[in-house]
């Protein structure tokens, strides 16, 4: 696999193209989160602290189990490999008790609701999943509460439940897209107010390649489920006021997975208006190098790409969500997967070509209790295994596209257990 061999490069925004600066975006997506509770559901202000311990447990891939009131790690087949209910972490005689066979019943289920959109809302699922780090930084959270509504021995499954759904109301009014325009809630102000603190700017090696890449023929695409209006501050912010000549194609909202798993004719294009700064009501068939487009279907996008002359097209989205980007792709189009892995670092072998990558400041992938996000390699972890079985090249940091040669060939590394790059072998 060589770079020069794609003929289009499709980037999602959050997470890949830019870099957030997870020491300090964690926190404040916890903090974000606890000021609702304290302030609009009248919880407990204790819950304001935050120790290092609790930033250890802000680990994605790990699962809250509603039916148990557990948190666990699960296998790639289903299997608890830890648990840990309110502050107390489960020997393996109590997970057996819990989970008869260590085996979670909802695996089977919820494989179905994280290979295809689910009309299901995440208020009335058996679980939480935390896949990403918008939603990991709650964990210590519900950790704590749980723990004190244990101590309280009153309905303790009735007052959980009342708490999931607080929790959720909480991620809604914090994360609701018309909050950005409006200047509510306490996620987007704070990022309106202090980006610096929470995103990096890209390198100017990064920009450089994706410029190159641009000239030298190679579409580039923006494939964001973010809104224009938040990708607007991410982009300026990272890549500069002329960000949108970077890239051919700029698609936001797209509704990802549906974006991809749905049927094209389910999920038309809509234009940015950027006048009235509102989604256009007609809808489009095709998508231009000219407008921005909201929502739509992802093979109207690779007829584009098609169109634009070839005939051996090599696509690849460029993404780091499970069950957003990697797993969709994979099993409903024609395109490759690269996926972003921040967790992967320990893999890596960053010499002297790689030193912008190097300085950055990473989460370890290490979490003292719950172990590696990886598992290991008689147990990989639910989200290690799906990137064993679907990812074609996996980076830790989209930084290192800025240090590949085009006519490099990107080979992995014998006994490149999760195909990363660059190996460290």
């Avoid at 009248?42 to 009131?69: A, N, P, V, W």
């Avoid at 666990?72 to 107390?88: F, P, R, Y």
């Amino acid at each position: 696999m060589k770079l020069r061999e794609f003929s289009a490069l499709c980037f999602d925004m959050d997470f890949t193209l830019v870099n957030y600066a997870l020491e300090k975006f964690l926190p404040m997506v916890y903090t974000a989160t606890v000021r609702y509770l304290v302030e609009k559901k009248g919880y407990d202000e204790s819950l304001y602290k935050l120790t290092q311990s609790d930033m250890d447990l802000m680990r994605q891939g790990l699962i809250l189990d509603k039916s148990t009131h557990a948190i666990i790690d699960v296998s790639s087949e289903g299997e608890v490999l830890s648990a840990l209910m309110g502050e107390k972490y489960l020997s393996s005689k109590n997970i057996e008790e819990l989970y008869p066979g260590r085996m979670w019943n909802t695996f089977h289920s919820m494989h179905k609701t994280y290979e295809c959109e689910t009309s299901k809302s995440v208020a009335d699922l058996s679980y939480i999943f935390f896949d990403t780090a918008f939603v990991s930084p709650i964990i210590p959270l519900v950790s704590k509460q749980i723990q004190t509504l244990r101590e309280r021995e009153d309905d303790f499954s009735g007052q959980c439940n009342s708490f999931y759904r607080d929790l959720v109301d909480s991620l809604t009014f914090n994360y609701h897209p018309d909050n950005f325009k409006q200047g509510t809630g306490h996620y987007f102000p704070e990022m309106v107010r202090n980006t610096c603190d929470y995103i990096e700017k890209a390198s100017p090696e990064l920009i450089k390649k994706i410029r190159d890449l641009r000239k030298n023929g190679m579409k580039i695409l923006l494939l964001t489920a973010s809104h224009i209006d938040y990708t607007e501050l991410l982009m300026n912010y990272c890549y500069g006021r002329e960000w949108r000549d970077l890239f051919d194609v700029i698609c936001c909202r797209i509704k990802k997975p549906g974006f991809f798993s749905f049927p094209a004719n389910s999920r038309p294009f809509f234009v940015w208006n950027e006048v009235e700064k509102c989604a256009g009501e007609k809808i489009v068939t095709e998508v231009n190098d000219k407008e921005i487009f909201l929502e739509g279907h992802w093979t109207v996008v690779d007829n584009w790409i098609r169109s634009q002359g070839g005939t051996d097209h090599k696509i690849a989205y460029v993404g780091d969500s499970f069950k957003s980007d990697i797993l969709p792709t994979k099993l409903h189009t024609s395109w490759m997967i690269i996926s972003v892995v921040q967790e992967g670092r320990k893999f890596l072998n960053l010499d002297a070509n790689h030193e912008h990558v190097a300085k950055k400041r990473h989460v370890e992938t290490q979490c003292d209790s719950f172990g590696s996000f990886f598992g290991t390699k008689q147990k990989p972890t639910l989200n290690a295994g799906k990137l064993l079985e679907h990812s074609d090249l996996t980076i830790h940091n989209v930084e290192v596209l800025g240090n590949i040669r085009e006519d490099e060939e990107l080979n992995c590394g014998k006994g490149n257990f999760y195909q990363f790059y660059p190996f460290k072998s």
